[in-house]
């Protein structure tokens, strides 16, 4: 029998398939597997390349397969999609894995220990239990607003909404009953957000990395976690565009026939990561709005030609890439550098504005290293 060379293996939660080609690239191997005959099928199979597209659990299998010897590649599904010649089935999207992997230009996702799939479940779990308690908060505003209890805006003002409730003799009991019941929903989520920040809090104050990306002034403590936490090889990125691309911050590029045409942002990427970069971005911007912070030039010529939505998202462009030099050289952020640095090479400008206030286009900018990047060693 011919030796494969690689093999791209479709998973499921309980259905296997597995294409394997030559050296020939004749396909050799075409076998369904159930999850209990994975293990044994390819401890009994000799070394050999295995690719699988990057999803629930497949990071389990590759720490499984490289342990019996094999060299595992995980890559991302938007790649695989391409080479699926025709129709959608396991047998279709197996072989496109198989010929994906062999593309030499081809992107392979790092894979994550368990240690940082642990980590990150600690920034998903704290992103589900915001949304709870944002949900929670609403209903709570929602239903007492209907019995004329309205209070001003911020989840500093739940309190005294559920305070008024109470103290309220003219609310009928069903209608009291049903509060307590969201404000013990509300509260419960309110406690366990803050002792997730806490446990986010000890790993900042563990971790260098994470210290020395917080002394950027739009990243504060939990989104330099979250950083450190979900960056798993930042050398992973040719350039700081490359990661400001990956969190979806940089254009649509359009262009055609020589003519250069970006449109809005791509908001491919982390979610999570490009939300918190943003929100920092805008913190600071209403500091400076407000004439309590000292903005760069770069950030007040900006804040003179564009609105601050765009402004924002431009300025978590740049940050990005700012977190990008740090982490890949362990350099420490130098605000004098940033402060003094020329215009002209100050960063992403933001383009016109399209569609809504969050359809913001970033012009390209080649300056994402070095002083211009107020970083020193």
């Known amino acids: 029998m011919e030796k494969i060379t690689r093999i791209g293996m479709d998973t499921s939660k309980s259905a296997f398939q597995l294409h394997g080609v030559a050296e020939n690239e004749q396909p050799i191997l075409r076998k369904k597997l159930r999850r209990r005959h994975v293990l044994e099928f390819f401890a009994q199979a000799a070394p050999?390349?295995?690719?699988?597209?990057?999803?629930?659990?497949a990071h389990y299998w590759v720490r499984q397969l490289e342990?019996?010897?094999?060299?595992?590649?995980?890559?991302?599904p938007q790649y695989v999609k391409p080479y699926v010649m025709r129709g959608k089935n396991d047998a279709a999207d197996a072989e496109a894995?198989?010929?994906?992997?062999?593309?030499p230009k081809m992107r392979f996702v790092p894979v994550k220990s368990v240690e940082q799939q642990a980590a990150q479940m600690l920034l998903g779990v704290r992103n589900g239990l915001l949304r709870r308690r944002t949900q929670v908060s609403n209903a709570i505003?929602?239903?007492a607003a209907e019995f004329g209890i309205v209070e001003a805006l911020g989840l500093s003002q739940i309190e005294p909404i559920l305070a008024q409730i109470a103290a309220d003799s003219t609310l009928p009991a069903l209608a009291k009953q049903m509060f307590v019941m969201l404000s013990g929903?509300?509260?419960?989520?309110?406690a366990q957000i803050r002792e997730i920040e806490a446990q986010l809090t000890a790993f900042h104050r563990s971790s260098e990395q994470s210290r020395r990306l917080a002394e950027v002034p739009t990243i504060g403590p939990i989104t330099a976690s979250a950083l450190s936490i979900k960056v798993t090889n930042p050398k992973a990125f040719r350039s700081g565009r490359d990661f400001a691309a990956w969190l979806g911050l940089t254009?649509?590029?359009?262009?055609?026939?020589?003519?250069?045409k970006l449109g809005v942002i791509t908001r491919a990427g982390d979610e999570m990561l490009r939300s918190l970069l943003i929100t920092g971005a805008t913190a600071v911007i209403q500091q400076v709005t407000r004439k309590k912070g000292q903005a760069s030039p770069w950030l007040q010529g900006l804040l003179k030609r564009k609105p601050a939505k765009l402004a924002a998202v431009a300025?978590?462009?740049k940050t990005a890439r700012i977190?990008?030099?740090?982490?890949?050289?362990?350099?420490?952020?130098?605000?004098?550098?940033?402060?003094?640095?020329?215009l002209h090479r100050a960063g992403p400008c933001a383009a016109r504005r399209e569609g809504s206030a969050q359809g913001s286009a970033l012009r390209r900018n080649t300056s994402t290293t070095g002083a211009a990047m107020g970083v020193t060693a």
């Open 185 to 190: 929903q509300y509260r419960h989520a309110d």
């Open 67 to 76: 342990a019996l010897g094999h060299d595992v590649v995980l890559l991302p």
């Open 315 to 317: 300025l978590a462009n």
């Open 48 to 57: 050999t390349k295995i690719g699988m597209e990057a999803c629930g659990g």
């Open 97 to 103: 894995i198989c010929e994906a992997m062999s593309r």
């Open 141 to 143: 505003r929602g239903h």
């Open 323 to 342: 977190a990008w030099k740090l982490m890949v050289s362990g350099e420490r952020y130098h605000p004098l550098q940033a402060t003094a640095e020329p």
């Open 251 to 260: 254009p649509k590029d359009h262009s055609t026939a020589g003519k250069l």
